[in-house]
């Protein structure tokens, strides 16, 4: 099970039960300024002194010499595994430290406090760590659990409407694969309405329950698990040639799969209606350019074994499968 917190307090208790020597918390140099509120909450929380180490901002975080300045920086302030890290920010950040956590001294505890709303029902939940290398995203990481997660929905109040939509893209996503109830929400409200604190908390919640349906299933990602990339081998062909937010590209790729999904005689054209009834709710309109999948580009995903992919599809909404497609039929039915 995992320990998920709803509120910045739990901090006090964590602390409490692992009494640890030192407490370092990271961030980025701009979130520091921006969430200096709940810095000063999460200090006023512990008789233990928490360090605070700067990083740089968004995917750079995410880079081989960050990761060895922050590694640096750990044996600097004499870090052990007695300790605990904190990582205060979004998935970049939440993805670079439990990495760094997980190789330091072969593993120190660490927290995760994710600030957007992807990072709150995603990249901090499952385990999965990563930097980036040699030009291919998150090529180096590891499976290494936080002791705990925090989510509080006061972070979201700073939140861009794209890094919002980032964030229901996945949303629509739990809602297709597994929980019908998260599209009944999302088409019963406008924009505005679904940023409520209570709607949005809902939201939260069911989303999380549905990603730790998954990894519980498969902590490692080897079957059931690949059904959360649902809309993602599309959408990693065109997030970087396109420069395309990620939420976007999911919600395009989704789209697109369920295309596949059709032509593949496993899902019938109304969950793409149904999806297309979602989007205008949320008033999103998807990228009308031409956009063509880089097919060499699926080659790389992670979910091929020899000939073939482990395509996941949505047959009905709320139930989906995986299907093992011939990567030369995939290619031509993308083309
Ligand atoms: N580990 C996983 O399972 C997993 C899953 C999905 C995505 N990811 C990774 O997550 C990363 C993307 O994460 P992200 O979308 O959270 O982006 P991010 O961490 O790069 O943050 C994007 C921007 O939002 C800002 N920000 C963060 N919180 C804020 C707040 N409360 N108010 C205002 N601004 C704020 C940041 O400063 C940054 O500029 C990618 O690297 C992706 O690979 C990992
Ligand atoms: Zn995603």
Known sequence: MLNINYSLKSLKIIVEKVKPSKIVLVSSNNLIPKLNWAITELKELTPVEIKIIQVPDGEVAKEWGVLKELLSDFIEVGLNRKSIVIALGGGSITDLVGFASSIYQR????????TTLLAQIDSSI??????????????????????????????????????????????????????????????????????????????????????????????????????????HTIAH?????????????????????????????????????????LLKNLNITLNKKQLKVDWKSILHDKKISGKEINLPVVKKLGEAKLIKVRLDKLISLIK
Do not use: W
Not at 107 to 114: D, E, H, T, W
Not at 183 to 201: D, F, H, P, Q, T
């Open 237 to 277: 062909s065109l997030e970087l040639k396109y420069n395309l937010s990620h939420g976007e590209a999911v919600l395009i790729g989704m789209m697109e799969e369920l295309k596949l999904g059709e032509q593949l005689g496993e899902a019938s054209p109304e969950i793409k209606n149904y999806l297309g009834v």
């Open 107 to 114: 593993g120190v505890p660490y927290i995760n406090i994710p």
């Open 126 to 231: 499952g385990g999965k760590t990563a930097i980036n290398f040699l030009d291919y995203k998150n090529q180096i990481g590891s499976f290494y659990n936080p002791i705990a997660i925090i989510i509080d929905s006061r972070f979201l109040e700073t939140l861009t409407e794209r890094q919002i939509i980032d964030g229901f893209a996945e949303i629509i996503k739990y809602g297709l694969i597994k929980d019908p109830s998260i599209l009944e929400i999302i088409k019963s409200c406008n924009l505005a309405a679904l940023r409520e604190e209570s709607v949005m908390e809902g939201l939260i919640s069911k989303s999380i329950k549905v990603k730790e349906y998954f990894i519980e299933k498969d902590p490692y990602d080897l079957n059931i698990r690949q059904i959360l990339n649902f809309g």
